[in-house]
């Protein structure tokens, strides 16, 4: 970097951990993207690493770059990793070179072009906005906790058809990076429950929100995983919601006695691409996914008994022990709706329990999608999407009258 005085008017950071394959190419888009569409301006590119051992920072400075760019390394300390550990070095040092805006892209993008740090970037710099969320051309089989878990529950809550929650990709102000290192962060959001913190907090937050098109992600993608990213995710999603339970449950009282409790559907304007481009193509190994469900069930099968009313319990018992899953949308949605119930006020032994019961169901249901979307376009599968979104907002009363002591869920007592 350059030796001039530490303060930038754009900073784009990228996140990694062992990324040496595939962070050059993001750097050097990155620097393009800077000095074509933000002349004149101070600008730099960051890379937020976790210590990598592969030389993922070698390759990030050996990347072309242009010379009106600078660029920096930041490392977290020696042993300490994962992805909210790396942004919060970000957030620091965004708030100390006081700039203006701030872009974040995934280290292991193959399809970002210098156009994506514009259409992140421009939304924020010149339209006000504090955050800019991405809105891709995804495989059905890629984003399978975005599709079935994070999107349903944000879109039905919030009102805000926020596509991509927990896509990777984003813009934000500095007033809303303040905002975020402001805000209690637990171990889960220092790893990779980072981006649905981020996303949770600015909608619950009253913050200027727009999605960006950006065309297609080519990454690392890969089918339903489970381990600690879904733990992680899942706990940061629902200990947002829960949280925040004033702001989305005081419908029901707005609603009046006997009405079905709506939420306000919150316009998100969209910049950047208006046509997106064919998904990359990502195959699905259905016989692993049905043998690592199985294996998930038998594991946590006395738990999902435990948790899930019986109606349900058997429902799913059936299913694995026939391994053949169908999982409808409104099974899914009161599923979820009922964990997310007993989460809220539970001690963390009881969390990590549920957390796990979702395990084991959520292969279940993105086995059932898989089964109904594989044959068909893209565009279709998308549909069911939101439709499935759709869904979790029409069985909201279901979750409300938990909260108001008119459900069925008894088991266990909270």
Partial sequence: MSGRSETYDIVVGIPSYNEVDTIGHVAEAAGRGLDRYFPGLRGVVVN??????????????????????DRKYLATPEGVVGKGNNFWNLFRFIEKVQAKAAVVVDADLRSITPEWIRYLGFPVFKGGYDFVAPYYSRHQFDGTI????????????TGYNLRQPIGGDFAFSPKLCSYWLSLPWTDRVRQFGIDIFMSLNTVFGDFRICEAGLGTKIH????????????????????????HRSKWLEQWARGGAGKIPRTREVPVNRTGMKKL??????????????RDCRNEYGQYRDLVRKYLTPYA????????????????????????????????????????EMINVLKPLYF?????????TWRYSVNFAEEEVHRQAMAFQSQKPYLFGLYLGEGECTFPQR
């Fill in 48 to 69: 937020c690493d976790n210590r990598s051992t592969d030389g993922t920072k070698e390759a990030f400075f050996s990347a072309p770059f242009p010379k009106s760019v």
């Fill in 146 to 157: 975005t599709n079935h878990l994070c999107y349903p529950l944000v879109y039905s809550l």
């Fill in 220 to 243: 690392k993608a890969s089918s339903p995983k489970l381990g600690r990213m879904f733990e992680e995710v899942i706990h940061s999603l629902f200990s947002a919601i829960v949280s």
């Fill in 277 to 290: 481009q064919d998904p990359q193509w990502l195959p699905i190994d259905i016989l692993k996914l049905k």
């Fill in 313 to 352: 319990y058997e429902r799913f018992d059936n299913m694995f022990r026939m391994d053949n899953y169908d999982v409808d949308i409104m099974l899914w949605s009161q599923v979820v709706y009922t964990l997310l119930y007993l989460f809220d006020g539970a001690h963390e032994s009881a969390r990590q």
């Fill in 364 to 372: 279940a249901r993105s086995l059932t999608f898989d089964y109904q």
